[in-house]
Nanobody, 127 residues
Framework: QVQLVESGGGLVQVGDSLRLSCAAS????????MGWFRQPAGSERESERE????????????YYADSVKGRFSISRDNANNTVFLQMNSLKPEDTAVYSC????????????????WGRGTQVTVSS
């Protein structure tokens, strides 16, 4: 059974940094591309999932949403089955529930291209 558990969220001020982690189990993590998405708290609509970043299985291909490019950095540790999202210069519009997911096929920036979603971790940026 695939399980993804996110951690590292919290309440921060504008300009602060956070590092999110996503611990994976039950899958061949080193053979799986991974992605981070975010959506408003309380929302369960796939259409409201906003792409944040994605990383290929060997970290040789990385994608970012334009809204986070230059501020966020995705990385992974295949030895420990974990993918990270370093978030710097946080803004109020970054407030959301951040979830990781396993890419299955299709475009990296589409939620429908992913499966096995984690439950997410809340990030709140206060001004």
């Amino acid at each position: 059974q695939v399980q993804l558990v996110e951690s590292g969220g919290g309440l921060v001020q504008v300009g602060d940094s956070l590092r999110l982690s996503c611990a994976a189990s039950g899958l061949a993590f080193g053979k799986s591309a991974m992605g981070w998405f975010r959506q408003p708290a309380g929302s369960e609509r796939e259409s409201e999932r906003e792409f944040v970043a994605a990383i290929s299985k060997y970290s040789d291909t990385i994608y970012y949403a334009d809204s986070v490019k230059g501020r966020f950095s995705i990385s992974r540790d295949n030895a420990n089955n974990t993918v990270f999202l370093q978030m710097n210069s946080l803004k109020p519009e970054d407030t959301a529930v951040y979830s990781c997911a396993v890419w299955k096929s299709g475009d990296y920036d589409r939620a429908r291209s992913y499966e096995h979603w984690g439950r997410g971790t809340q990030v709140t940026v206060s001004s």
